[in-house]
């Protein structure tokens, strides 16, 4: 498998940060860590390894990147609000740097964004913020509403990355339209492990299917829980679901 690994100083963020890029071809998917995770965790855990076939024959190709998570939502030595801070530098390195580089490195315009857990929650913010860069999202095990991170501190900035409080006011058409023509799938076990994050998979689909949204809701059985070797079996099924 061909794979390459960049690094460059961040503007937004400050400091290096790495991706490693996995395939020749396809549809690119960025594929963002678990909490506190690195770049090669997706190698590291066995998902590169469960995605081989699907990368190797060039319908997808992988990219992975770091989290700064340590500095942002578990940052616990600073206020709440300069923790949302460090989160949205963090967005603006996806955006400003990460897919700039994504699309001068293949010729599609808009890619699948996954990861679970915390990646899953990334993941999800990064698709509903930025239709404009996301036109897939695989959200696995994802936790939605994010305020038990910031001591249930609320404010502007908050609100605007928490899926479960933005979109359930959000009618914005042209978000809505670019949702409805894009795929989404976000799944969850329903292991003692799950929760809270089924509760917010089930909320995220009655928003998204009242907004006219056609999101595929996954529960898979009640000895699925939160750990790798179920995302390892999820995101190569999901994938084979989309058609791109």
């Known amino acids: 498998?061909?794979?390459?690994?960049?690094?460059?100083?961040?503007?937004?963020?400050?400091k290096e940060m790495d991706v490693k890029i996995y395939g020749h071809g396809g549809?690119?998917?960025?594929?963002?860590?678990?909490?506190?995770?690195?770049y090669w965790d997706f190698e590291d855990r066995g998902m590169i390894?469960?995605?081989?076939?699907?990368?190797?024959?060039?319908?997808?190709?992988?990219?992975?990147?770091?989290?700064?998570?340590?500095?942002?939502?578990?940052n616990k030595r600073i206020h709440p609000a300069h923790r949302i801070m460090r989160h949205m530098d963090y967005d603006r390195y996806v955006t400003e740097e990460v897919v700039p580089f994504m699309?001068?490195?293949?010729h599609h315009h808009k890619f699948v964004t996954t990861g679970a857990s915390m990646g899953g929650y990334q993941s999800a913010n990064a698709f509903f913020r930025h239709p404009d860069a996301f036109d897939g999202l695989i959200g696995m095990s994802g936790c939605y509403s994010m305020e038990s991170f910031l001591d249930n501190h609320m404010d502007e900035n908050v609100y605007f990355n928490v899926p479960l409080a933005y979109l359930k006011d959000l009618n914005d058409p042209w978000y809505l339209e670019q949702y409805?023509?894009?795929?989404?799938?976000?799944?969850?076990?329903?292991?003692?492990?799950?929760?809270?994050?089924?509760?917010?998979t089930y909320r995220m689909g009655q928003i998204l299917h009242a907004k006219g949204v056609p999101a595929q809701i996954d529960f898979w059985g009640h000895d699925v829980d939160?750990?790798?070797?179920?995302?390892?079996?999820?995101?190569?099924?999901?994938?084979?679901?989309m058609h791109y």
Do not use: N
């Open 1 to 14: 498998m061909h794979t390459e690994h960049h690094k460059w100083y961040s503007p937004a963020l400050g």
């Open 27 to 38: 549809k690119p998917i960025l594929g963002f860590p678990c909490q506190e995770g690195r």
């Open 49 to 74: 390894k469960a995605l081989y076939h699907q990368i190797e024959s060039g319908r997808y190709s992988f990219y992975a990147v770091d989290s700064v998570d340590s500095q942002s939502w578990m």
């Open 103 to 106: 699309r001068q490195r293949s």
């Open 180 to 200: 409805r023509q894009s795929q989404i799938i976000l799944s969850v076990g329903q292991g003692k492990w799950e929760d809270p994050m089924r509760e917010h």
């Open 226 to 241: 939160h750990d790798w070797p179920w995302w390892l079996k999820q995101l190569p099924t999901f994938l084979d679901r």
